[in-house]
């Protein structure tokens, strides 16, 4: 069986970059695949991959110019887009014709449709690692009328391609599936995680934990406020911040005018397993997710978790009332509630961290990689 990933790069330390490497990595060396990647924008000498990849995972890179359309203002930058467009079809037409795979993926909006652009005998699968409903959401963001023009036209014949041309679209959550329904066929495989667990937390420590980029996806300006109404309860008790992004200094402006001592934010660390581990209850607020990864990383560990019922993710992942709190969008009043319902009752702390172990099983990586065979060895086009 021979597959082919189609991604513009594995240099970006993200969830879908670090989901497909382990993904490559598992389909070589435990169904013995031949698995190619092909890189279209990233100059390998200049970017490195950010995850591992096994010696039996080879990679292809393009080395298209992207970026360079940004150095030009409209309507040239429209020119040099389709002729960079254009090429990167060319030589990723001919790239995977000589390959002739069995299977052809294209993950997430920048391939997707430019898979179902290339003529050949594989099947088709995109996988749709961002919400549909928020796919090129901000194209009307800090943009000028003939680039917004531009955008919702795009927009518009990118879903029509995808949904024309490839076999499945395979969604992470049932949520974001229900948002295909014009596509020949929708698929639900959720993530998996390999961080391996250390030590089961306890929940007998006074931290909550939350994880993510300081980016408004993430709604941490929302647990902030959230914060402050737990910790005028619970002054003893101590939220710390993993990550690191463009909001970092607003966040910590909030904390500071809302005179919160009691908050930490903290650069990402690749030794995540302590913070866990030593935390007693797991706080998700974004405003939306592809899936919400460190939910289930949190669950492995042993955390209960308080969400925001968010498109999409954690309505698929926590159980809510068995192994944490599943919370109505933007509720502060609500989060809060729960977070205190949490810290003040230590035996259902500690039973629902125990439920969330055996919950997270379902999300093994032998498990959803057994869908993914089933799926791939199920569509492939036999040989013409």
Wanted: net charge positive; glycine share 6%; charged share 25%.
């Amino acid at each position: 069986m021979k597959v082919v990933y189609v991604i513009d790069s594995l240099a970006s330390k993200g969830g879908a970059e670090r989901i497909l490497s382990d993904k490559m990595n598992y389909m070589t060396t435990h169904y013995g695949y031949e698995v190619f990647v092909i890189t279209c924008y990233q100059d390998q000498q200049k970017m490195h991959n950010a995850y591992f990849l096994e010696d039996s995972v080879k990679q292809i890179n393009l080395n298209i110019p992207y970026y360079s359309q940004y150095n030009y203002g409209y309507p040239k930058r429209l020119w040099i887009k389709w002729s960079l467009y254009r090429r990167l079809i060319c030589e990723l037409t001919v790239t995977i014709q000589d390959l002739d795979p069995d299977v052809l993926i294209g993950l997430g909006y920048f391939m997707a449709d430019v898979v179902c652009a290339v003529k050949c005998r594989a099947a088709k699968i995109v996988e749709s690692h961002e919400a549909r409903i928020f796919t090129m959401s901000d194209c009307g963001l800090n943009r000028s009328f003939l680039s917004r023009a531009y955008m919702k036209f795009y927009r518009k014949q990118y879903f029509r391609r995808v949904e024309s041309h490839a076999d499945v679209v395979v969604t992470l959550t049932t949520g974001d599936a229900k948002e295909w329904y014009r596509a020949k066929r929708v698929e639900v495989i959720p993530n998996f995680t390999v961080l391996p667990v250390v030590k089961l937390s306890t929940c007998e420590n006074k931290q909550v934990l939350a994880v993510g980029r300081l980016e408004w996806q993430k709604g941490f300006d929302c647990l902030i406020e959230v914060w402050a109404i737990v910790s005028r309860k619970h002054p003893d008790w101590q939220l710390t911040i993993l990550g690191s992004g463009t909001h970092e200094e607003s966040l910590k402006q909030q904390i500071c005018s809302l005179k919160l001592n009691n908050i930490a934010i903290r650069p990402f660390t690749p030794a995540i397993n302590k913070y866990y581990s030593e935390s007693s209850v797991f706080a998700l607020s974004s405003r939306f997710e592809g899936f919400g990864l460190v939910l289930l990383e949190a669950m492995q560990n042993g955390l209960p978790c308080v969400a925001f019922d968010c498109p999409y993710g954690p309505g698929d992942i926590v159980a809510d009332n068995r192994t944490g709190y599943v919370v109505h969008n933007g509720d502060i009043e609500l989060f809060a509630d729960r977070l205190c319902r949490l810290i003040e009752d230590d035996r259902l702390r500690k039973s629902f961290g125990n439920a969330s172990v055996d919950r997270a099983k379902a999300y093994a990586v032998d498990v959803v990689m057994s869908k993914w065979k089933s799926l791939i060895e199920g569509i492939s086009h036999p040989l013409a």
